[in-house]
């Protein structure tokens, strides 16, 4: 049985959600001049903190060693959610400066889940490796 269009799709929505999600952090959070001022004021809120660790977690290439983390995890493993999350984690490495290993991260979770997906559409395999197959006798 096929999976449904909408099944196939909904990794790779989640995919483009997670790029949007790390691009505002980006841009809105991090490289805010208003923000950062703010957060470098004696009476700073709560969440300057939160700001400062994904600083820090750029600076310390956290969010790349991770995202390689994920994808050597998802080319060991055959399932879809650690293929998914390799290359989630590279979209948002790639988002927060983490460039050559977001980059392969998220090739590498991408061609793994697109890979998982389409053994999950093809036909079943038998133990001699051939698919089955329909034969017709000649009429």
């Known amino acids: 049985m096929k999976p449904s269009p909408w099944r196939l799709a909904a990794p790779w929505l989640l995919l483009l959600l997670v790029g949007i999600a790390a691009a505002v ?25 939160v700001r400062t660790a994904l600083v820090l977690g750029f600076l310390h290439h956290v969010y790349g060693v991770t995202a390689l983390v994920g994808a050597a995890l998802a080319l060991v493993s055959r399932r879809r959610a650690l293929a998914w999350l390799a290359a989630a984690l590279g979209v948002f490495a790639l988002q927060l400066y983490g460039a050559e290993t977001g980059a392969l991260a998220l090739l590498v979770g991408s061609l793994r889940l697109l890979r998982l997906q389409a053994d999950a559409c093809a036909a079943p395999v038998q133990q001699h490796g051939r698919r089955q197959q329909q034969v017709q006798g000649q009429p």
């Open 25 to 49: 952090v980006r841009f809105e959070l991090i490289e805010s001049s208003a923000l950062g001022q703010l957060c470098s004021s004696g009476d700073a809120p709560w969440w300057c903190a």
